[in-house]
């Protein structure tokens, strides 16, 4: 059972434009998420958190939305530039219940059109 | 250099074979992790060490076996490798922050093929 699901295997956005990656989750105990974001070849790196207790964390162009209510996080990037091309994770824990596991969801690959 | 290290980065064997993957960081974290990445599942968890003297099965164990040599050292290993093993793997360490953030910290990856 996919606990942390990302429906879109892939997004296409035109340089300068918001590229928004969505993520959904089913367990409620969930309350710490995570965006990670991989280049080929490399291993993925962190990008941005959020806390249950916030609905938004922005980190320059980058801004995580949640919402707790339909289970549901964003990922926001604007504007997109050449170099966000990647695939894109996100995670969860129940940090709250002990759990410092990550459970990931299948990866968006993004890929941002001069 | 690197925090997280793994080798080999890439490795082609047969069926029945063993195979170690090897992990070490010099982030000093307590915390270490072995995932797998396939295709349309993003990355799943097979083992996890909390420390030295801990070991855990994480969701997809079956198959795999750790050692935690050191704090510094993980390593994943395959007994009898088959082609269903095929996939990257990646280690991560964390540090151990108690209700603090979790961000995991990954290594490049290991390219396994079984064949």
């Known amino acids: 059972d996919q606990q942390v699901k990302q429906n879109s295997p892939s997004l296409s956005v035109q340089e300068g434009r918001i590229s928004i990656l969505n993520c959904d989750y089913t367990?409620?105990?969930?309350?710490?998420f995570l965006w990670y974001k991989k280049y080929p070849a490399e291993g993925p790196t962190f990008l941005i958190s959020?806390?249950?207790?916030?609905d938004k964390n922005e980190d320059g162009r980058f801004t995580v939305f949640l919402n707790k209510s339909a289970k549901h996080l964003s990922l926001h990037i604007v504007p997109s530039q050449p170099g966000d091309s990647a695939v894109y994770f996100c995670?969860?824990?129940?940090?709250?219940?002990?759990?410092?596991?990550?459970?990931f969801g299948q990866g968006t690959r993004l890929t941002i059109n001069p | 250099d690197a925090d997280v290290t793994q080798t080999p980065r890439n490795r082609i064997t047969k069926t029945g074979k063993r195979i170690m993957l090897e992990c070490s960081q010099t982030?000093?974290?307590?915390?270490m992790y072995w995932y797998r990445q396939d295709p349309g599942l993003g990355l799943r968890l097979i083992y996890y060490?909390?420390?030295?003297?801990?070991?855990n099965k994480g969701e997809i164990s079956d198959g795999y076996s750790v050692s935690r040599q050191a704090q510094a050292k993980f390593s994943l290993s395959l007994e009898s490798a088959i082609p269903n093993q095929t996939a990257l793997y990646f280690c991560?360490?964390?540090?151990?922050?108690?209700?603090?953030?979790?961000?995991?910290?990954f290594g490049p990856g290991t390219r396994l093929t079984v064949l």
């Open positions: 959020i806390s249950s207790i916030k």
């Open positions: 991560a360490t964390s540090d151990l922050i108690a209700g603090g953030p979790i961000e995991q910290f």
């Open positions: 995670a969860a824990s129940a940090l709250g219940q002990g759990a410092q596991k990550l459970v």
């Open positions: 982030k000093g974290h307590d915390r």
């Open positions: 367990n409620s105990m969930f309350d710490y």
């Open positions: 060490s909390f420390d030295v003297k801990d070991i």
